[in-house]
């Protein structure tokens, strides 16, 4: 990472987050380590503190008995090598007694008391020469003269000095530690972010086959990436299917409008009486195919972009009831021996309409391949794992299984049913119809012999 | 009849003017929404015919003050917008019909003369009769001279809906909306199919036919 780029990253959510959550860290620190240090060395020096109130306390006592009186008592105090040190100067500032020789730091006036921080020469028990602190209290006597009292910190100065360098080295490497954590846990969501802003950038340039990655960790980018994903990969199919709707018209219509064309021009120059007239009649049917074909062309893509329907709970048995009704006087027309089966109860969240017209496509196309003397079988079930599946079952020529998934595209028509009328959009629209019900178009082997296995079109929808 | 045609588009609107006339119906023509929703609330029109998309007031808009207004001829919405959807929208509004663009002429004028029979025929009646064919609604029989005919209960609506608009040209299209209630067009000769079948019910065994095929339209019940 750059340099440059840390204001970038200093602006994320993540940062800001880990930046908090350092401070915090070092706050909380601090009062731990405040408290230790509270109750530790400061409490050794409260008590020092204290001891030396009282002494203070005792020889102020003897004070009241005359500057001779506290001048044996500060000879006999200092004599006894107890806690304390000692050194009294009289009037003049000649000292009386004590272990000091001078004042480490000037006398107050009367009447007043200073706390000085001072370092003395002493040796160690075995003799070597050691420089140490002490801690007193400085007192001016209304005589004139000075009392000082004072006691060794060399040891406990060195702990408050350990301890306190402790409580601000760990607070300083806390924060850095932390902050560090923060940059690196916030360049790693920032990297994560900047990874979707990139795909995103790049599919609004065009390439909608990018997709942003999935670490499979679960979390919630992964779950932001997968969304992403699937909204793209829905995206992609739409435009890759109008895509190719374009040119699929621009293929299925160019011919009809050329027949057209060539028509009109042929019948303006016929010479016969009843020539051109003839020409406009034909013209005005190759326009209805083109109409039908655009029509279909518009239906499908408004069921594929969800754009129509209204879905309630359907039994979709009274659906096929209709078709059976409206389909076996055209099965007995063609000779074709006609079987309906239903069960009951079987209810499918869907639009009656878009089923209808799937369903009608499918019995359209059975009735249009199975030659005379066929069968078509129309039957809705329920499947062993509860879906309702509405299948069209008849005994023509099939559809080869290398073909099947390419049928089912637009304007896909093969080779032998090109001399048929149709737009090739029959099956399309039954997919589209299955999938905008969430369930799928399903084609496999009708009804027929092993050469000439039939065909059997299943719409699959979820029960409901 | 008479009949007012708000379209826009002078083209189309001559076009449904020359359709219209030439079937013997007279037609006004108005090319926007306010002027035609004034000139429908004041002139006598048996029948409106209003485009879906006009400038000025949308075609939906009009014919909701109209209805509001206390209008009470029935309307035909001519429309680009096909989808299920879009007719419903047509007939919330008080539309009676709707008709998607591009139409055959002959659905045009079959539609529009619907509508006519429509507005005059709104006592509701108990029995139809065609020539020597009589329907009763209510015990759901039909004889012809007398001679009863059986009917499956879809035969029997269709024959309804032929009766109901005996001597006029009913399409294919209509009878799957009509009859049916399907908004698409089957690719196979269904309409016909179920035609014929009813024909050789009801024509067969008499000399003169009622149910005649009007080549290129549809069919016209007539005696």
Redesign the interface.
């Known amino acids: 990472m750059k340099i440059g780029r840390l204001p970038a990253l200093v602006r994320t959510t993540t940062f800001r987050l880990a930046l908090l959550h350092a401070s915090i860290f070092i706050l909380f620190t601090a009062s731990l380590l405040a408290y230790l240090y509270y109750e530790t060395a400061g409490h050794l020096d409260r008590q020092a503190g204290n001891e030396l109130n009282a002494e203070f306390q005792e020889l102020s006592a003897a004070y009241r008995g005359g500057f001779d009186r506290l001048n044996q008592s500060v000879i006999e105090r200092s004599s006894a090598r107890g806690k304390f040190f000692y050194l009294l100067l009289d009037g003049s500032g000649v000292k009386a007694s004590g272990d000091f020789d001078v004042l480490p730091a000037p006398a107050p006036t009367a009447g007043q008391v200073v706390d000085v921080n001072f370092d003395y020469d002493a040796r160690t028990p075995d003799g070597q020469p050691s420089r140490r602190s002490a801690q007193g209290r400085i007192s001016r006597l209304t005589d004139g003269g000075v009392l000082m009292v004072a006691y060794d910190v060399g040891e406990l100065g060195e702990m408050n000095r350990r301890i306190s360098d402790v409580v601000w080295r760990s607070a300083a490497v806390g924060f850095v530690l932390s902050l560090i954590g923060g940059v690196v846990i916030s360049r790693s969501a920032a990297q994560r972010a900047e990874q979707l802003a990139k795909t995103t950038e790049v599919v609004m340039a065009g390439d909608l086959s990018r997709r942003a990655p999935v670490f499979g960790s679960g979390d919630e980018f992964d779950r932001l990436s997968e969304q992403l994903n699937a909204m793209l990969a829905k995206l992609e199919r739409l435009v890759i299917s109008s895509r190719s709707a374009g040119d699929s018209i621009a293929h299925d219509l160019r011919s009809p409008l050329t027949r057209l064309r060539n028509r009109l021009e042929g019948g303006l120059r016929d010479t016969n009486a009843d020539g051109p007239r003839q020409a406009l009649a034909r013209s005005i049917d190759d326009v209805d195919g083109v ?2 074909t655009f ?1 279909a062309v518009l ?1 499908l893509s ?1 069921v594929q972009a969800g754009a ?3 879905f309630k709970r359907t039994d979709v048995v009274g659906i096929t009831n ?1 078709l059976a ?3 076996q ?2 099965c007995e ?1 063609k000779q074709l021996s006609f079987e309906y089966a239903c069960e009951p109860d079987l209810y499918v969240l869907a639009d009656r ?1 878009l089923i ?2 799937a369903m ?2 499918l ?2 196309n059975a ?2 391949y199975t030659p005379s003397g066929g069968d078509v079988r129309l039957k809705a079930r329920r499947a062993a794992n509860g879906d309702i599946e509405l299948s069209v079952a008849d005994s023509g020529p099939g559809i080869p299984a290398q073909d099947r998934e390419r049928v089912i595209e637009r304007f896909v028509r093969l080779e032998q049913s090109r001399s048929e ?2 737009s090739g959009l ?1 099956l399309s629209l039954a997919s589209a119809v299955a999938e905008a019900h969430s369930g799928s178009l399903v084609l496999g082997d009708g009804l027929g012999l092993p050469g000439r296995p039939g065909l059997k079109a299943t719409l699959v929808l979820p029960a409901a | 009849m008479r009949v007012i045609v708000i379209e826009d588009d002078s083209d189309a609107a001559s076009f449904v003017k020359r359709v219209l006339s030439e079937a013997g119906h007279a037609v006004d023509i108005c090319g926007d929404g306010e002027s035609g929703l004034n000139q429908a609330r004041t002139g006598d029109y048996d029948a409106l015919v209003v485009d879906r998309m006009l400038p000025g007031m949308d075609g939906l808009k009009l014919l909701k003050s109209y209805r509001d207004g206390g209008g009470r001829a029935p309307a035909l919405f001519l429309s680009a917008l096909g989808e299920v959807d879009h007719r419903v929208e047509g007939l919330q509004a008080g539309g009676d019909d709707y008709l998607v663009k591009p139409y055959a002429p002959s659905e045009l004028v079959a539609r529009v003369e619907a509508l006519g029979r429509r507005a005059t025929g709104d006592i509701p009646t108990t029995k139809l009769a065609v020539g020597g064919l009589e329907m009763d609604l209510l015990a759901r029989s039909v004889t012809r001279d007398g001679q009863k005919i059986d009917l499956q209960p879809r035969e029997f609506r269709l024959l309804e809906f032929l009766m109901r608009h005996a001597g006029q040209v009913v399409t294919r299209t209509m009878l799957l909306e009509k009859v049916w209630d399907y908004h698409f067009d089957p690719q196979t000769n269904v309409i016909d199919v179920h035609v014929s079948r009813l024909r050789g019910k009801i024509d067969k065994d008499f000399e003169r036919p009622l149910l005649h095929t009007v080549r290129g339209a549809g069919y016209r019940l007539e005696a």
């Open positions: 109409l039908d029509n239906r408004r129509t329907g209204s209709e009704e409206l389909y006087p055209v027309e309409d209808a017209q009608s496509n019995m359209d009735v249009k009328p149709g029959g």
